[in-house]
């Protein structure tokens, strides 16, 4: 399990068009028929035009697709997505999900809801539920491979939103979700109270003097026998973005893959103040990175400042990574955040 959910945490991934044919009588004419053809074909498209123009959209991966006019049964085929639309108040329109969205949420859904792998889900079944629109993931396409291929064939409305980069990305997400079922407003309010708090942060963060601010090496990994290197955030992720708005530095900021593989060594020798862990595989993880050999000498274990960061939280790119940058504030800078409140959901 460990992993196969670190590959798809490092893999960073990136409507089908029917056409209706008519028939005509045998007896009529060749020009008659091409006519009647024409004529209707032109009355068909501007039809279609008229009543679905408004509806033909791009999906986040920028994909145009066209969006049903109601949305009365959805899937969820990502746990940050499920999050997003539990908060919209549509959990109860979720007719089916991914495994780990219904491992964090099933008390929120309804009960025995069909659940996929979002790596391979099982696509005539998904096409069998008749849902009015599938959300997927670019983690789903993260080997390359379009794993709901046939549920687009089968003219479902399949929205993709690919991996977010930074916590701009995650906003638009959930506005484009909100759009896509009928919940703007809600949608809108969600991210208006996310920007408050991240605004709220940054000013706090301005008021931090230099010489008080602290190196962090954000780990979602700990280095062991199977696995003898670190996971981090690089720049060009949220988490790192988030490190940085809160005042302070990512040890691994300069490193040019978003998800590097750090040594043992290599992270050593950054010797950063404080080490955030967002490891849910590891026992005791805490201790664990106290005790590493070779580690004694860097400035965050002989500070013990070390902290677990609920990885859920943290790893699912929706407006609930404000409350992982709060908690992450308030372990590098207790002092400046220890008052701070986040905004409470509008939705």
């Known amino acids: 399990m460990k992993k196969k959910f670190l590959s798809m945490v490092m893999a960073v991934a990136m409507m089908s068009c029917f056409a209706c044919g008519c028939g005509a009588n045998e007896d009529q004419s060749v020009a008659t028929q091409e006519a009647s053809v024409e004529a209707s074909s032109e009355v068909v498209e501007a039809a279609t035009t ?3 123009t408004s509806d033909v959209v791009t999906d986040r991966s920028g994909n145009e697709i066209t969006l049903p006019t109601e949305v009365n049964s959805i899937i969820s085929m990502a746990p940050s997505t499920t999050q997003i639309l539990i908060d919209l108040g549509l959990a109860d329109k979720i007719v089916a999900c991914d495994t780990y969205s219904y491992a964090s949420y099933a008390d929120s859904l309804n009960a025995d809801i069909p659940q996929f792998d979002m790596m391979t889900p099982d696509q005539e079944q998904i096409v069998a539920l008749n849902a009015d629109i599938v959300f997927t993931t670019g983690m789903s396409a993260s080997h390359g491979e379009d794993v709901f291929a046939s549920v687009k064939e089968a003219g479902v409305c399949v929205f993709d939103i690919p991996s977010s980069a930074s916590l701009a990305d995650i906003q638009d997400d959930i506005v484009a979700i909100g759009n896509a079922v009928g919940k703007a407003t809600e949608a809108q309010a969600i991210v208006d109270d996310m920007v408050a708090d991240i605004e709220a942060i940054k000013t706090i963060a301005a008021t931090i003097p230099e010489d008080e601010k602290k190196t962090v090496l954000f780990e979602l ?5 199977d696995s003898p290197v670190i996971y981090t955030c690089g720049a060009n992720t949220y988490i790192d973005e988030m490190i940085t708005l809160v005042g302070a530095t990512n040890v691994a900021g300069q490193e040019a893959d978003q998800w590097p593989a750090l040594t043992e ?3 050593v020798a950054m010797d950063p103040q404080v080490i955030l862990t967002a ?8 201790n664990v990175l106290l005790t590493m050999k070779g ?7 002989k500070d ?9 939280t943290v790893n699912r790119p929706n407006h609930h990574v404000v409350d992982a940058m709060i908690e992450i504030a308030k372990d590098i800078y207790p002092e400046y955040y220890a008052d701070f409140d986040a905004e409470q959901p509008a939705a």
């Open 50 to 52: 008229q009543e679905s």
């Open 221 to 225: 990994f700990t280095p062991s026998g």
């Open 265 to 267: 060594e290599a992270a």
């Open 279 to 286: 490891d849910m595989y590891t026992d005791d993880v805490i």
């Open 295 to 301: 580690w004694e000498n860097v400035a965050a274990v």
């Open 304 to 312: 013990q400042a070390i902290y677990q960061i609920d990885g859920d």
